[in-house]
């Protein structure tokens, strides 16, 4: 399937490829593009929901450098939530138990003093 930004730039336009036995294709707004891929992201998961989830390292992933978002307690596992509106997929949230999360802490700190060579500059805008 091509999908293309139709000139207008309001909609997509999704065009089935020569070959895949159907023919057309379909015009999508943004709200109907974004039920799309959350429906898809719902079926992909429910096909793999049985799997370990794949190794991270040597994956390949686009950042995120705009969004808003929002660190919550996760009640569940009393760990942490980090939710973020992701530009191609819509909100995503991901929970980091307890363990996690102070991985996490070491990780940036270590971070942080490799970044500044003094602990107080950065709170300073770079």
Same mark, same amino acid.
């Given at each position: 399937? *091509?999908?293309?930004?139709?000139?207008?730039? &309001?909609?997509?336009?999704? +065009? $089935?490829?020569? %070959?895949?036995?159907?023919?057309?294709?379909?015009? @999508?707004?943004?709200?109907?593009?974004?039920?799309?891929?959350?429906?898809? %992201?719902?079926?992909?998961?429910? @096909?793999?929901? &049985?799997? !370990? !989830? !794949?190794?991270?390292? %040597?994956?390949?992933?686009?950042?995120?450098?705009? +969004?808003?978002?929002? @660190?919550?307690?996760?009640?569940?596992?009393e760990g942490s939530m980090l939710a973020f509106q992701h530009p191609a997929y819509?909100?995503?949230?991901?929970? $980091?138990?307890?363990?996690?999360?102070?991985?996490?802490?070491?990780? @940036? *700190? &270590?971070?942080?003093?490799?970044?500044?060579?003094?602990?107080?500059?950065?709170?300073?805008?770079?």
């Open positions: 399937m *091509q999908v293309t930004r139709a000139e207008d730039g &309001k909609t997509v336009v999704l +065009t $089935f490829l020569e %070959g895949s036995g159907v023919s057309g294709s379909l015009s @999508l707004d943004e709200a109907q593009l974004s039920q799309l891929i959350t429906s898809l %992201g719902l079926a992909h998961a429910s @096909l793999v929901e &049985k799997r !370990p !989830p !794949p190794p991270i390292e %040597g994956a390949r992933f686009t950042p995120v450098y705009t +969004t808003n978002w929002a @660190l919550q307690i996760d009640a569940l596992t819509g909100p995503v949230g991901v929970v $980091f138990g307890p363990q996690d999360v102070e991985q996490i802490i070491r990780g @940036l *700190q &270590k971070q942080r003093t490799m970044i500044r060579s003094n602990p107080h500059d950065a709170s300073q805008p770079s």
